[in-house]
């Protein structure tokens, strides 16, 4: 079977569920991937689909109009001051068809985050969910090692690991890093490439509104892919000036398209 391909929210920021269920489908995506678990930051839409009946209504039936899959709903995000229970967010997402939930530690204290993650693998457990820790050079768990050594003492068979291609480069992960880990440990593939003309940039400007189309950029794309297991890929490329350019619609179908091109080229 072919690779499926999932249009994370991020690639087109900002953007309300029911759009980007419509932009999904008409850019040809397998999947979406919805923010459900908003992180209150200023222009994003806030979806609480548990406190919404009339919008998780109109999700509902437009995933089913547009015959779109929900994959995954995201962010869980692991903090002091943040809630412990998302029981109702995980029903939610789960009542209309996701399977994973994406989630990063933005705590030091990391024997909290065990304690989270253990209570809400739990929860997710009671849906059918899949936690899937990532590792973002911008949070406070930066590293495959930390994500494995975090996934060892939590414990749980529903705690995978989320591989995003630009985190795995910075920070250096080889496919030969990846190929001597069980490859049941991974989850959600985050796909996307670094620029490789970085000339007065900063790394959180590209992690937040700079990556690179697949192929396009200076990521050994196609050693990590070989080595990790041939899970969905969510593309989570997000990119202001080519959403300038294309619109949103336009740029998440190029993303589509690029990687597409990229994996038949590179017989993936």
């Given at each position: 079977m072919s690779r499926q391909f999932s249009l994370a929210y991020l690639t087109t920021p900002g953007i309300d569920p029911v759009e980007q269920i419509k932009v999904a489908k008409q850019a040809g995506y397998d999947y979406v991937?919805?923010?459900?678990?908003?992180?209150?930051?200023?222009?994003?839409?806030?979806?609480?689909?548990?406190?919404?009946p009339a919008l998780m209504e109109q999700v509902r039936?437009?995933?089913?109009?547009y015959e779109m899959k929900l994959f995954d709903i995201e962010l869980l995000r692991i903090r002091e001051d943040l809630p412990t229970d998302y029981r109702a967010a995980f029903e939610k997402g789960a009542?209309?068809?996701?399977?994973?939930?994406?989630?990063s530690v933005w705590t030091k204290d990391h024997s909290l985050a065990v304690d989270r993650y253990g209570s809400f693998c739990e929860q997710a457990a009671q849906f059918g969910l899949t936690l899937n820790l990532e590792f973002p050079i911008v949070s406070e768990l930066t590293t495959m090692q930390e994500a494995i050594a975090m996934q060892d003492k939590v414990g749980a068979s529903n705690l995978k690991i989320l591989m995003d291609m630009i985190y795995v480069y910075k920070t250096g992960v080889s496919p030969e890093d990846i190929k001597a880990v069980d490859p049941s440990r991974f989850g959600v593939i985050h796909l996307c490439d670094w620029p490789a003309d970085m000339a007065g940039r900063q790394d959180v400007e590209v992690v937040?509104?700079?990556?690179?189309?697949?192929?396009?950029?200076?990521?050994?794309?196609?050693?990590?892919?070989?080595?990790?297991?041939?899970?969905?890929c969510s593309i989570e490329l997000p990119n202001l000036k080519e959403i300038e350019v294309r619109g949103r619609a336009g740029h998440a179908a190029r993303c589509l398209e690029a990687a597409k091109e990229f994996f038949a080229a590179n017989n993936l």
């Open positions: 991937s919805l923010r459900t678990i908003p992180m209150g930051q200023e222009g994003e839409p806030q979806v609480h689909l548990e406190n919404d039936q437009t995933l089913k109009d009542e209309l068809g996701a399977t994973q939930v994406l989630t937040r509104g700079g990556r690179s189309y697949c192929g396009e950029g200076v990521v050994d794309l196609a050693g990590i892919l070989k080595a990790l297991p041939a899970n969905v």
